[in-house]
C-alpha cells in the first residue's frame, strides 16, 4: 500500500473516531430544548475533512502523547469551526445556502436558532477541553495553556478578528498583505491552536511548539490560498458549494492579485517551509504530519 493510500485511510479512520466522540459530546442526560440539541448536531454531524481535530491527534502522535486524552480537544476545535460556519452562513455575513452539500443551518432551523446552536457550540468547547484533565488526568497547567490559547487563536485576535477584517474590507482591499491577514487569522490561527494543543496534550518543548506554530501558519495559509484556487476551478460535486462564488460576490482572493500559476507556486512554497521547520525541530515521529501537508496541497475538495 502506497503512503497516499495509507494516508487516505488514515485520514477516513480518524474521522470516524472523530465523529464519534463528537455524538456523544453533548451529554444526553442534559436538559437541552430537542431544536437546539437538534441544530447543534445538524451542522457538528455535516460531514467535512474534520482536518482540524485530525491535526490534534496527529500532533500528538508526534510527540509521543496519549491520542485518548487529544479526543476530547480534537472535538472541541471541531466545535469552534463548526460554529464559525454556521454563523459565516448567515445573511448578515455570507449568505450561503448550502454547506458540504447539505442546506445551511439558518435555513432548516431559521436564523434565531441558527446563532443559538454556534453559541452552544462555542461555549460547549471549552467543557471539551476541561475532561482532558477530568477523565484523562493530562496536568492542568497543560489544560490551562489550551483554553487561553483556544481563546486567543478563535477570538478577537484569532479567528473572529479575521472574519471581522474580511467584512470591513470585502471589495476594498488593495494590498497582498490585507490578504494575507485575512487568510492567516480565519484559517492558519486554528490550524496553529490545532497542533499546538496536541503539542501541550504531549508536554512538548518551547522548540517544538514553536515548530508546530510556524507548520502550521504555512500550511494554514497554504490551505486558504488551495480554497481560493478551487473556488474558481473545482469541481462543484466534490466541494459541496457553487465555484465561483468569490467571483460572484467580487471578493478579493490569491488568483486575483498574482493569478492561479503563481497561487500554486504560492502554495508548494508554503507547504515546503512549513515542513523544513517541523524537521528542523526533530520531532520523534514526524511523517504523519508531513503527509497531512502534501495532502492539503494537492487536494481537489
Not at 71 to 85: D, F, G, Q
Not at 160 to 179: F, H, P, R, S, Y
Amino acid at each position: 500500500m502506497n503512503n497516499t493510500s495509507t494516508l487516505r485511510d488514515y485520514i477516513t479512520e480518524e474521522a470516524k473516531n472523530v465523529e464519534a466522540a463528537l455524538q456523544e459530546a453533548l451529554p444526553g442526560e442534559w436538559q437541552v430544548p430537542a431544536q437546539l440539541r437538534e441544530s447543534m448536531q445538524y451542522s457538528l454531524m455535516a460531514g467535512g475533512k474534520r482536518l482540524r481535530p485530525i491535526l490534534v491527534l496527529a500532533a500528538a502522535e508526534a510527540l509521543g502523547g496519549p491520542r485518548e486524552a487529544a479526543l476530547p480537544v480534537a472535538c472541541a476545535i471541531e466545535m469552534i469551526h463548526t460554529y464559525s460556519l454556521i454563523h459565516d452562513d448567515l445573511p448578515a455575513m455570507d449568505n450561503d445556502d448550502y454547506r458540504r452539500g447539505k442546506l445551511t443551518n439558518h435555513k432548516v432551523f431559521g436564523e434565531a436558532m441558527a446563532i443559538l446552536a454556534g453559541d452552544a457550540l462555542l461555549t460547549h468547547a471549552f467543557y471539551s477541553i476541561a475532561q482532558a484533565r477530568k477523565v484523562y488526568g493530562i496536568a492542568a497547567d497543560r489544560v490551562l495553556a489550551i483554553t487561553e490559547e483556544l481563546s486567543e487563536y478563535a477570538g478577537a485576535r484569532g479567528m473572529v478578528g479575521g472574519q471581522a477584517a474580511d467584512m470591513l474590507g470585502e471589495q476594498g482591499i488593495t494590498k497582498l498583505e490585507e490578504l494575507e491577514y485575512i487568510h492567516t487569522h480565519k484559517t492558519s490561527d486554528l490550524i496553529i491552536f490545532s497542533l499546538r494543543a496536541g503539542g501541550h496534550i504531549a508536554g512538548a518543548s518551547e522548540e517544538q511548539m514553536n515548530a508546530l506554530s510556524q507548520f502550521g501558519l504555512c500550511i494554514g495559509l497554504a490551505f486558504q490560498i488551495q480554497d481560493d484556487i478551487l473556488d474558481l476551478v473545482g469541481d462543484e460535486a466534490k466541494l459541496g458549494k457553487p465555484v465561483k462564488s468569490d467571483e460572484k460576490q467580487q471578493k478579493v482572493t490569491y488568483p486575483f492579485f498574482i493569478g492561479i500559476e503563481a497561487s500554486e507556486k504560492k502554495v508548494k512554497q508554503l507547504t515546503d517551509e512549513g515542513k523544513q521547520a517541523l524537521l528542523a525541530a526533530k520531532l520523534p515521529n514526524p511523517d504523519r504530519l508531513l503527509q497531512l501537508a502534501d495532502y492539503l496541497m494537492q487536494r481537489d475538495h
